[in-house]
Every structure is written in C-alpha cells, then in structure tokens.
C-alpha cells in the first residue's frame, strides 16, 4: 500500500518537472526569438554614421558603460 503512495508520489514530481521544464523551455525559445527580432531591426542602426561619429560613440562606451578608461 505504501509503496503504491510512494510510487504514485514520485510519478506526479516527475510530471509536475516536465510540466516545469516544458514552460521554460516555451519561454526561453520566446526570449531568444524577440532578442533576434531585436537585433534584426537594429543592426543596421549605425550603418548610416561617418567613421569620426562611430569613434566617439566607441571611446563614449568604454568610458561610460565599461568603465574602460583610455591608454595614454
């Protein structure tokens, strides 16, 4: 009898993970398709900026957002 509980336990878990893993999986294949969607519109973004604007933008970003400070 105790093993019929046990064993009926162990079958709900181990579809209840699936369950989980089915969802995750449903959202994870969703977030990479909108970060490709993302990236597809813009790419082509700076295409469009002469070769001293694009420099600036550069030394803009390793100075504020990486914290990168320029060798001398």
């Known amino acids: 009898m105790f093993s019929f509980l046990k064993k009926s336990k162990n079958i709900h878990l181990h579809k209840k993970k699936l369950e989980k893993d089915k969802i995750q999986q449903i959202q994870r294949q969703a977030l990479i398709k909108d970060a490709i969607m993302i990236h ?33």
């Open 40 to 72: 597809q519109k813009q790419s082509k973004l700076l295409d469009n900026l002469s070769e001293a604007t694009k420099d600036q933008l550069r030394e803009f970003a390793m100075k504020r957002v990486f914290n990168i400070k320029e060798k001398d």
